[in-house]
């Protein structure tokens, strides 16, 4: 949320005073100013809360350590479980680097969708 107010904070009043001089509405304001100058945050916000959720960790391995039958079980839950479990450290770093191709992709894909036209 402290990022979308610093964003909101970045759009000059000057966009929405001409707008508003040629008639537009609060709607067009929202989707023709608003949106397109809040799409750096917004990728921004995608792509930061996207790699932190395929992260978690912390909060399913302390309530339930995978859950009945692995229902709540993470990647990163198999991976520490092989390197320190386990002791096969190789395999935990195979599966890290699988991951992080994973994220990677998928960072990729959420760069090139969000992407915009035109530099501000």
Do not use: C, H
Not at 36 to 42: D, R, V
Not at 80 to 97: I, W
């Amino acid at each position: 949320m402290v990022l979308f107010l610093a964003g909101l904070s970045g759009i000059p009043s000057t966009l929405y005073e001409a707008a508003k001089i040629d008639g537009a509405n609060e709607w067009q304001l929202f989707w023709g100013i608003t949106i397109p100058m809040l799409s750096p945050t917004i990728l921004f916000t995608t792509v930061t809360g996207t790699i932190g959720a395929l992260q978690v960790f912390t909060a399913p391995y302390i309530m339930t350590k995978g859950g009945p039958e692995n229902a709540s079980r993470m990647v990163v839950m198999r991976i520490q479980e092989v390197g320190f479990s386990q002791f096969r450290l190789g395999y935990a770093s195979a599966l890290s680097v699988i991951f992080f191709l994973f994220i990677l992709a998928i960072t990729a894909i959420q760069l090139y969708l969000l992407r915009t036209k035109w530099k501000y």
